[in-house]
Each structure stands twice: as C-alpha cells, then as structure tokens.
Nanobody, 114 residues
Framework: QVQLVESGGGLVQAGGSLRLSCAASGSIFRDTTMGWYRQAPGKQREMVALMTSGGTTTYADSVKGRFTISRDNAKNTASLQMNSLKPEDTAVYYC????????WGQGTQVTVAS
C-alpha cells in the first residue's frame, strides 16, 4: 500500500505560478512513476505530467513549456512547477503514483482567475 500526501495549489491570477508537491510513503519499490492528472468540472481526468524513477518525463501538449515536473527518488517526492498559468488550467489536480498498481492522492484545487 502507498499513501500520497499532496500540498500546494490555490488561487492565482492568469500568468502566475504555483507549485504542487506530492510525498509518497509505504511499500515503494524501485521502478515507479509519479506525476499529476487533473480533472476540470464536466471533463474527464487527463494526464498532466509524469516522471519515471529513471527520469523519463511525459507532458500533456497543453502544458509543455509551462509546467516542469521533478522528483527526488531518495525522498519519494515529486513536484510540479506550473508557470504562465491560464484559466483553462483550472482543475482539481491529483497526484499519481504507479508501483505495482496505481495510487491516487486526495486532489488539490488549482484555480486560475482571468
């Protein structure tokens, strides 16, 4: 079992920045993927950014060049730096962890005001 604790999020003006963090604890093996998905009202949950323990990253096209994911494998933490935020980035952001199976954080609200 893996527990995920998220922090960050909040309200920001368009063009501003926010940073999300996620800490994983529990039964963590070596080869894992951490990252974030988001879900806006009335929309499906979508991948935002992922990073493997080997350092491979994947970004949604809509956030490339604006969001940066990072990880500290020793501490089992991941961070998402979000710059140049747009109103369409408004959503609940969920920390995602893949080890032997998927685990999800509780979600944190990100609201970008125009």
């Amino acid at each position: 079992q893996v527990q995920l604790v998220e922090s960050g999020g909040g309200l920001v003006q368009a063009g501003g920045s926010l940073r999300l963090s996620c800490a994983a604890s529990g039964s963590i093996f070596r080869d894992t993927t951490m990252g974030w998905y988001r879900q806006a009202p009335g929309k499906q949950r979508e991948m935002v950014a992922l990073m493997t323990s080997g350092g491979t990253t994947t970004y949604a096209d809509s956030v490339k060049g604006r969001f940066t994911i990072s990880r500290d494998n020793a501490k089992n933490t991941a961070s998402l730096q979000m710059n140049s935020l747009k109103p369409e980035d408004t959503a609940v952001y969920y920390c995602y962890f893949w080890g032997l199976r998927a685990f999800w954080g509780q979600g944190t609200q990100v609201t970008v005001a125009s």
